[in-house]
């Protein structure tokens, strides 16, 4: 995917591979030796969004927000409490494990921690050819050869074959996974932080390796990660989630560069930013302060108001909708950034003003090596005057 792709957000129905309406999943909480109900998780409260053809759906959010239970639930793998999940044209929301197994050819998931997906006790062939022996297929060539050629295809020597999971590193074992998620040549790939539990210097390879697959095999995928730099390298489209909710819904480009919702600009200001250009710009990271409240309890009106530095008593009382307020990016908030104040006349709370700390960040420091490199007359981007006040050279 290269940067100045953009894929537009409004497109009619008949084009998503992927629908999603007023999803929700509700985790009871049983008490006492009767387990009667006394409450419930509210994990995922109304989720609304599609995935199209050959686009990657980034989806980011906090730990807790619901990121993982939204993937489990449009792969099925998790039963809906309410709401309508259409894959293909395709009603799924309800089907039975017999029903979905036709599916699960075209609907795979790539697992968080490549240690605990892969049984030690298999080997790797064993664990790629099982998607071919629970559908019933023999590839062509037989399903050794074909096991073969896809530990190839995700980097793999194919004499892996006869090995186990303990002998190979997480970036190794990742691909593996990656592997068996492939094995079926599926139309949608749900990857869940499919790079938090490997090491950095490994991360890169494997977004790469997706993002080949991506182009040779023309995947759909829906990527859940909290890192937004990993996001703001895969991803056509950007899901912000917050407890539950999506709160901000943008092509790649707005949202880095006009983000509308307060705490997508909270997160955005958390990354850093390696680039030479920005040397000596000054720049401020917003620090909200208190934890996301309780799924099981969560505020009334807007769910991020408690840690809003924008908030009015109408975020208190009122759930702002999801509606575009740009082409290409839509926004649940009452007053957004980048964009008019769609209730104007609210005055901020007084809780408000001190939800967040405002850090400013001061610019890189000139080094000693580069002051004495400038101060000889050197070009560079700290290039100071001489003492005789002539400029430069």
Known sequence: MSDDVKIPQQQSASDALLT????????????????????AVQAVDGL???????????????????????????????????GKITFQGQDITHLSVGQMRPLRRDVQMIFQDPYSSLNPRHTIGTIVSAPFKLQGITPEGGIKREVQRLLELVGLNPEHYNRYPHEFSGGQRQRIGIA???????KLVVADEPVSALDVSIQAQVVNLLDDLQDELGLTYVIIA?????????????AVMYLGKIVELADRTSLYESPLHPYTR????????????????????????GDVPSPISPPQGCRFHTRCWKATEVCTRTEPPLVALKPGQSVACHHPENAADRVPDEEVLESARNAVDVVPLAPEPVSPERKRSSDSGQRGPHARKPSGGAPAE
């Open 20 to 39: 999603v309406d007023g999803l929700v999943k509700h985790f009871p909480i049983r008490e006492g030796l009767l387990k009667r109900q006394t409450g």
């Open 48 to 82: 609304t969004f599609d995935v199209r053809p050959g686009e990657t759906l980034g989806v980011v959010g906090e730990s807790g927000c619901g990121k993982s239970t939204m993937g489990r639930l449009i792969t099925r793998l998790l039963e809906p409490t309410a």
């Open 180 to 186: 068996r998620a492939l094995a079926l040549k599926p």
């Open 226 to 238: 909290h890192d937004l730099s990993v996001i703001r390298h895969v991803s056509d489209r950007i």
């Open 266 to 289: 909270a997160l955005l200001s958390a990354v850093p930013v390696p680039d030479p250009r920005r040397r000596g710009v000054k720049s401020e990271r917003i620090l909200l302060k």
